[in-house]
């Protein structure tokens, strides 16, 4: 529908850009900064409106994004910014119709991202520990996407395992943003299907150390790598072309692996690590210099 209607989450935005947030409701009034606007000149209106407030002042009045929703929508947990939620989606290959694994569920952010990956013919199993967050979670994502039937929420403690009967049907990919994701690895390998795809989010290198390490451990796991993202948004306004002063420079560290079957990746590991005065920095330089 491309009509905003009464209900509905709605973002109005001012000549500088700045979002403001708003669930529309017949007969209540929005204010903003000394100026009011009547929700029921809203209800109604083409998404990409301008709107005029009662002062003069004018916005417009935009259905969000899913990346403008979730950084404006209520938060139990801190949310994952819209360049990773871009990210894991496409790093973490989640693709309609995949059977998807996540926890923690936190505020539905990237829950929210993973249904709309998997579409109408996949599904999400999420897991969070905290009741709270999982019902502010449920709120913030029903409010966006509706009704959501392919999403089984529960608020348990992933560490402690997966329902069996969850884990007996398969996972596609397993998608993790919690602070000990190595406390799932072992319940990962076994829930994910041989050649689906593990992926962590975390914003400290130990915490990175210790997934990667429970990964190695687990046997099962090839393909590991870790990244992170570095978005920076540019000032272009007529001679003044230069990268913009503030970005959010660091959020988290991406982890991903491919489930395969143990033998090739580490073998080959144990080969290098076996080689006498082995530098495995050196002999990466090398590989790179030969390419
Ligand atoms: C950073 S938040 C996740 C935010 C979420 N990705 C989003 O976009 O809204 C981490 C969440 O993991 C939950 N959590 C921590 N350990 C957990 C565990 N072992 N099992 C399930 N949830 C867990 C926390 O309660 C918290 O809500």
């Given at each position: 529908?491309?009509?905003l209607?009464?209900?509905?989450?709605?973002?109005?935005v001012?000549?500088k850009a700045?979002?403001?947030?708003?669930?529309?409701?017949?007969?209540?009034?929005?204010?903003?900064?000394?100026?009011?606007i009547?929700?029921?000149?809203l209800?109604?209106?083409a998404?990409g409106?301008?709107v005029?407030?009662?002062?003069?002042?004018?916005?417009?009045?935009l259905?969000?994004?899913l990346?403008?929703?979730?950084?404006?929508?209520?938060?139990?947990?801190?949310?994952i910014?819209?360049?990773?939620?871009?990210?894991?989606?496409?790093?973490?290959?989640?693709?309609?119709?995949?059977?998807?694994?996540?926890?923690?569920?936190?505020s539905?952010?990237?829950?929210?991202?993973?249904?709309?990956?998997?579409?109408?013919?996949?599904?999400v199993?999420?897991?969070?520990?905290?009741e709270?967050?999982?019902?502010?979670?449920?709120?913030?994502?029903?409010?966006?996407?509706?009704?959501?039937?392919?999403?089984?929420?529960?608020?348990?403690?992933?560490?402690?395992?997966?329902?069996?009967?969850?884990?007996?049907?398969?996972?596609?990919r397993?998608?993790?943003d919690?602070?000990?994701?190595?406390?799932?690895?072992p319940?990962?390998?076994r829930?994910?299907?041989?050649?689906?795809?593990?992926?962590?989010?975390?914003?400290?290198?130990?915490?990175?150390?210790?997934?990667?390490?429970?990964l190695?451990?687990?046997?099962?796991?090839?393909?590991?790598?870790?990244?992170?993202?570095?978005?920076?948004?540019?000032?272009?306004?007529?001679?003044?072309v230069?990268?913009d002063?503030?970005?959010?420079?660091h959020?988290g560290?991406?982890?991903?692996?491919?489930?395969?079957?143990?033998?090739?990746?580490a073998?080959?590991?144990?080969e290098?690590?076996?080689?006498?005065?082995?530098?495995?920095?050196?002999?990466?330089?090398?590989?790179?210099?030969?390419?």
């Amino acid at each position: 529908m491309k009509q905003l209607h009464n209900g509905e989450r709605i973002h109005l935005v001012d000549n500088k850009a700045r979002q403001y947030a708003l669930t529309l409701k017949a007969g209540e009034i929005f204010q903003y900064s000394g100026e009011t606007i009547p929700h029921d000149e809203l209800i109604g209106k083409a998404d990409g409106s301008v709107v005029t407030l009662s002062r003069g002042k004018r916005m417009l009045a935009l259905r969000p994004t899913l990346g403008e929703y979730v950084l404006k929508m209520p938060r139990g947990a801190q949310v994952i910014y819209p360049k990773d939620l871009a990210m894991i989606t496409i790093w973490a290959d989640v693709y309609p119709g995949a059977r998807v694994f996540e926890a923690g569920t936190g505020s539905g952010g990237l829950t929210m991202a993973l249904l709309r990956a998997v579409g109408d013919r996949g599904s999400v199993v999420s897991y969070e520990a905290r009741e709270d967050f999982a019902k502010t979670a449920m709120k913030n994502i029903e409010r966006y996407l509706g009704p959501v039937p392919n999403l089984t929420a529960r608020q348990q403690d992933a560490s402690e395992g997966i329902e069996p009967e969850e884990e007996a049907g398969g996972f596609d990919r397993v998608v993790l943003d919690l602070p000990e994701p190595w406390r799932i690895v072992p319940h990962a390998a076994r829930a994910l299907r041989s050649g689906g795809l593990y992926l962590s989010f975390v914003p400290t290198v130990p915490q990175v150390m210790q997934t990667v390490e429970a990964l190695e451990r687990a046997t099962v796991f090839g393909m590991i790598e870790t990244f992170e993202t570095l978005l920076r948004t540019w000032n272009i306004k007529g001679r003044s072309v230069r990268p913009d002063h503030r970005m959010v420079a660091h959020s988290g560290f991406i982890t991903v692996a491919r489930k395969v079957e143990p033998g090739l990746l580490a073998a080959r590991a144990a080969e290098v690590e076996a080689a006498p005065g082995h530098d495995s920095d050196a002999e990466e330089q090398d590989e790179e210099n030969a390419a």
